[in-house]
């Protein structure tokens, strides 16, 4: 079975002034302003993921107040309050081992706006019998320019805003409970980052795959982009 795992407790610092306010999650958006949260629950139940489970700290009475138990939306939802003390990704999952159990979980950051095939790409993990598969995604836009100099500094070269010609960590997975043999490693009172701490060691193991979908929208939410057309068109997709 499989289990949704959406971390949703950040404090929105690249959506400020609005997130002094509101939960980033809970931003309305669309043509129904309706939250990003509610775009991103609909899509899991669309997928047949309808047990899901929200890491919350930063404003957590908005989110619970509005999804309560998640009927409303065919859903079943679990909220784990992060415990007191640093936090991070791995540290935020290891506090919901209880509720986790032994299922398989998509591990789904709440400021992303996708269109991922979940029933595929939980079929191209299955396929692959590892113990991780990551989403990645080409034609990334630094959002700086770059430059090429020789040893006497002499600038050689120079890129407004490249697209990187690498795959990049879309900020999806899919992951087995295995994972919680390797987080219960750590001291659960300290940070621990799943990209940094986790997955490492699961590339030296070799039980980490990438799934490459060709035709994947993703977009990562923050204030300083022009995204609204990106919302509209999001909100729509997961409403038909």
């Not at 407790?9 to 949260?37: A, E, H, S």
């Not at 986790?100 to 269109?115: A, C, E, P, V």
């Not at 701490?197 to 030296?204: G, R, W």
Request: aromatic fraction near 12%; charge should be neutral; include cysteine.
């Amino acid at each position: 079975m499989t289990v949704g795992v959406l971390f949703c407790g950040g404090k929105g610092t690249r959506m400020r002034p609005l997130t002094y306010y509101i939960q980033k999650v809970m931003m309305p958006i669309g043509l129904d302003q309706r939250p990003i949260m509610e775009y991103i629950v609909r899509h899991f139940v669309r997928h047949g993921v309808t047990d899901l489970i929200m890491l919350v700290n930063y404003k957590r009475e908005q989110i619970e107040g509005y999804f309560e138990d998640g009927s409303r939306w065919g859903a079943n939802i679990t909220y784990v309050p992060d415990k007191p003390g640093p936090v991070g990704t791995g540290t935020a999952l290891l506090n919901a081992h209880e509720a986790i159990g032994d299922r398989r979980m998509i591990i789904f950051y709440s400021d992303i706006i996708t269109n991922v095939n979940f029933t595929e790409m939980l079929s191209f993990h299955s396929s692959h019998g590892k113990w991780s598969t990551i989403l990645t995604t080409k034609g990334w836009k630094l959002r700086v320019g770059t430059a090429e100099i020789d040893s006497s500094n002499l600038v050689t070269s120079f890129h407004e805003k490249p697209t990187i010609p690498v795959y990049v960590n879309a900020g999806i997975s899919i992951l087995e409970p295995i994972i919680f043999d390797y987080l219960s490693e750590f001291d659960p009172t300290q940070s621990i980052d799943l990209s940094r701490d986790i997955f490492p060691q699961f590339v030296k193991a070799e039980q980490m795959v990438a799934y490459t979908p060709s035709d994947v929208y993703l977009s990562l939410i923050h204030i300083s982009e022009p995204t609204r057309p990106l919302y509209i068109s999001y909100a729509v997709f997961c409403l038909k």
